[in-house]
């Protein structure tokens, strides 16, 4: 099993681009994406975000792809 922080809480599938949001959170660029296309929330919490500006988590990838060819 994967650990959770590789799982988007949108898709609920293991990330392979993610991305940090406003609210601190990782989420798959394209689900977080077309989620801030029509709200600006957080999917998690719902409260509203202060920036709908997306951030790659390039950490969190590289540990994803570690975990992923150690399989």
């Known amino acids: 099993e994967p650990?959770?922080?590789f799982i988007?809480?949108?898709t609920t599938e293991i990330m392979s681009d993610p991305?940090?949001?406003a609210d601190g959170q990782s989420y798959?660029?394209?689900?977080?994406?077309?989620?801030?296309a029509t709200k600006?929330?957080?999917p998690l919490t719902?409260?509203?975000?202060?920036s709908k500006g997306l951030f790659p988590n390039h950490s969190l990838?590289?540990?994803?792809?570690?975990?992923q060819e150690q399989r």
């Open 8 to 10: 988007c809480p949108i």
């Open 19 to 21: 991305v940090v949001a």
């Open 61 to 67: 990838r590289r540990m994803i792809r570690l975990w």
């Open 28 to 36: 798959e660029r394209s689900a977080i994406e077309r989620w801030l």
């Open 3 to 5: 650990p959770d922080d």
């Open 40 to 42: 600006s929330t957080s």
């Open 46 to 50: 719902s409260a509203e975000l202060e």
